[in-house]
């Protein structure tokens, strides 16, 4: 059956589980990847979740603020950064991200796998304009077969095509742009992922 990626979605997504829950993963390597050379600043992970990349990032030295529109994650994500000792270096912000209006920006905006009720694609130019000037967006997203039985909308992805067309010059500098399929375990099971990863440097 068809659903929407609205709060009520993502509250009962995250609603608290086994500690061999399959929902939880290991930090995201592409952003590993694509941050070891940035210098640490502000940052935002939007559509945090229970916040595994928002903790990392402040573990890095990141001044992070971590969004999300589920509340029943974010108070996960917070009991978890303060075990991991950085919820000083934390700020947790609930929001419905495709409609937010930050009073600011960041050196660093990064979504791993966040969808929005609003589609991929406007999800992804929405939160670029939150990058400030010098800055880097990290797009990390799902290639959905919607074959697959998930039940997700058409626009729940976007291609790696799609996303740069967004990006563009003179506002914009692709420095990276792939696709990419791994294997992760988490919980009990194994299962492969298809990905795109952008990473784009705002000039101006």
């Known amino acids: 059956m068809m659903h929407q990626f609205d709060k009520a979605y993502w509250d009962d997504h995250w609603t608290p589980a086994a500690a061999d829950d399959d929902r939880i993963l290991p930090v995201n390597p592409y952003l590993r990847a694509e941050t070891k050379d940035l210098a640490p600043g502000t940052a935002l992970d939007a559509g945090c979740g229970i916040g595994t990349e928002t903790i990392w990032l402040a573990e890095q030295g990141w001044q992070v603020t971590g969004a999300?529109?589920?509340?029943?994650?974010?108070?996960?994500?917070?009991?978890?950064?303060?075990?991991?000792?950085?919820?000083?270096?934390?700020?947790?912000?609930?929001?419905d991200l495709a409609r937010w209006r930050p009073d600011r920006s960041w050196d660093l905006v990064v979504t791993s796998y966040a969808h929005s009720?609003?589609?991929?694609?406007?999800?992804?130019?929405?939160?670029?304009?939150?990058?400030?000037?010098?800055?880097?967006?990290?797009?990390?997203?799902?290639?959905?077969?919607?074959?697959?039985?998930?039940?997700?909308?058409?626009?729940?992805?976007?291609?790696?095509?799609?996303?740069?067309?967004?990006?563009?010059?003179?506002?914009?500098?692709?420095?990276?742009?792939?696709?990419?399929?791994?294997?992760?375990?988490?919980?009990?099971?194994?299962?492969?992922?298809?990905?795109?990863?952008?990473?784009?440097?705002?000039?101006?």
């Open 117 to 204: 009720d609003t589609g991929q694609l406007a999800f992804y130019g929405h939160i670029a304009s939150w990058v400030a000037p010098g800055g880097t967006l990290l797009i990390i997203g799902h290639l959905h077969d919607h074959g697959n039985g998930h039940g997700h909308p058409e626009n729940a992805t976007a291609t790696r095509a799609g996303i740069t067309d967004l990006l563009t010059l003179p506002d914009w500098r692709i420095d990276a742009s792939y696709e990419n399929t791994r294997t992760v375990r988490s919980g009990s099971r194994a299962r492969q992922l298809h990905d795109v990863i952008v990473r784009a440097h705002r000039t101006v």
């Open 68 to 95: 999300d529109i589920s509340a029943t994650a974010l108070a996960t994500a917070a009991g978890r950064a303060v075990v991991a000792g950085v919820d000083d270096r934390i700020e947790w912000v609930e929001a």
